[in-house]
């Protein structure tokens, strides 16, 4: 996800890790996205440095870096998934439960790839059914907490609104599909959903059946993926690029 990545010490010594992406990228919604959601003094900070290295910048994005900056505010004039086209060569998903019940799903990441090359990423948080707490012993897995959800929604707006759009004519990759497409069945039938038609291949089978280990992060070391924390929206980016080399 990071093309260019340094560490800043401010004047109180505090650390500061800034991230961006590819500034000659033709992924245009990509860079915009990262724009909008970038906070002014990170952005600053990352433009600065970046220049100071010799990066050039195509002159769409420096205009809308300096915008940004002067004002404290952007807004991506493109949508997803229609810059897309809703069409991707796959679509790797990961769920994050609640509790033991495959219904209670909390959180949805996905990381996008379309001509072999990563294009999005996201997260989602999601409003569990009535009654679905967090566990303590899932919270310690993926350090989801009932806070986070306050304003989330459930899984049928959710679909209503994004998913629908791309699930059904994708291809989805999970790594253990016996979790994940159990939780998404369980979804589908609590909500009703009928409109959907699910293609997927799972990763862990694959290996399986070509004899490479099954567990991800053995996988992530075979095929030189950096290996990152559980609950990281990376990790559907390591699905990805597993599925990638494989």
């Known amino acids: 996800m990071s093309w260019f ?3 800043f010490r401010s004047k109180d010594k505090i650390s500061i890790t800034v991230e961006g992406v590819n500034p000659q990228t033709e992924n245009e919604f990509r860079f915009l996205n990262f724009l909008e959601r970038e906070q002014v003094f990170f952005l600053e900070k990352w433009f600065e440095q970046s220049k100071k290295l010799g990066h050039q910048f195509k002159p769409q994005y420096s205009d ?3 915008q940004k900056i002067r004002t404290g505010k952007f807004s991506n004039p493109h949508s997803f998934p229609e810059y897309f086209n809703s069409e991707f060569d ?8 609640a509790n033991n019940n495959r219904v209670s799903a909390c959180a949805l990441g996905l990381a996008f790839v379309k001509n072999n090359t990563f294009v999005h990423e996201e997260k989602h948080y999601i409003l569990p059914p009535a009654g679905e707490k967090i566990l303590s012993s899932h919270e310690r897995f993926h350090g989801i907490q009932e806070e986070d959800l306050e304003f989330a929604l459930d899984f049928k707006e959710l679909w209503d609104l994004e998913f629908s759009k791309y699930f059904n004519n994708n ?9 994940d497409l159990s939780v998404l069945k369980s979804l589908f039938s609590y909500y009703k959903i009928e409109d959907f038609s699910i293609d997927y291949i799972d990763t862990m089978r694959l290996a399986e059946i070509s004899g490479k280990p099954k567990k991800l992060t053995e996988l992530a070391n075979l095929f030189e993926v950096p290996i990152i924390k559980h609950h990281d929206l990376k990790k559907m980016q390591r699905h990805a690029r597993i599925f990638l080399r494989s």
């Open 64 to 66: 809308a870096i300096v």
């Open 90 to 97: 796959f679509i790797a998903i990961d769920f994050e439960t």
């Open 171 to 179: 291809l989805i990759v999970f790594h253990n599909s016996s979790m």
């Open 5 to 7: 990545k340094n560490n």
